[in-house]
Nanobody
Framework: VQLQASGGGLVQAGGSLRLACAASGRTLSSIVMGWFRQAPGKEREFVAAVNWSAGSTYYADSVKGRFTISGDNAKDTVYLQINSVKPEDTAVYYC?????????????????WGQGTQVTVSS
């Protein structure tokens, strides 16, 4: 599975943006997709995950209500909508995929990773 993340950039606090992750090699319905982020000097942390076949999603407590994971099966693309962005959302955002169909939040549980896209929030 190859993953290509895009959509990052500079955004003002309170604004919105949508990240995209295009997957190739496997269809979304056969894998679990997740988003992680890594701020400077910090460990990579879980943001959200989705299992299309089960119709289930999973969010980190810190982003519930502001982040939404969704996707387009026809395009094999997963999106992360970020609303009401905060300076603490500044990070490199990575999409990831795992072969097992159970939702997961640990970095080690994901088998494939995209290259990351930078999100910078100005106050």
């Amino acid at each position: 599975v190859q993953l290509q993340a895009s959509g990052g950039g500079l955004v003002q606090a309170g604004g919105s943006l949508r990240l995209a992750c295009a997957a190739s090699g496997r269809t979304l319905s056969s894998i679990v997709m997740g988003w992680f982020r890594q701020a400077p000097g910090k460990e990579r942390e879980f943001v959200a995950a989705v299992n299309w076949s089960a119709g289930s999603t999973y969010y980190a407590d810190s982003v519930k209500g502001r982040f939404t994971i969704s996707g387009d099966n026809a395009k094999d693309t997963v999106y992360l909508q970020i609303n009401s962005v905060k300076p603490e959302d500044t990070a490199v955002y990575y999409c990831a995929a795992r072969r097992r169909r159970a939702l997961a939040s640990a970095v080690w549980e994901y088998d494939y990773w995209g290259q990351g896209t930078q999100v910078t929030v100005s106050s």
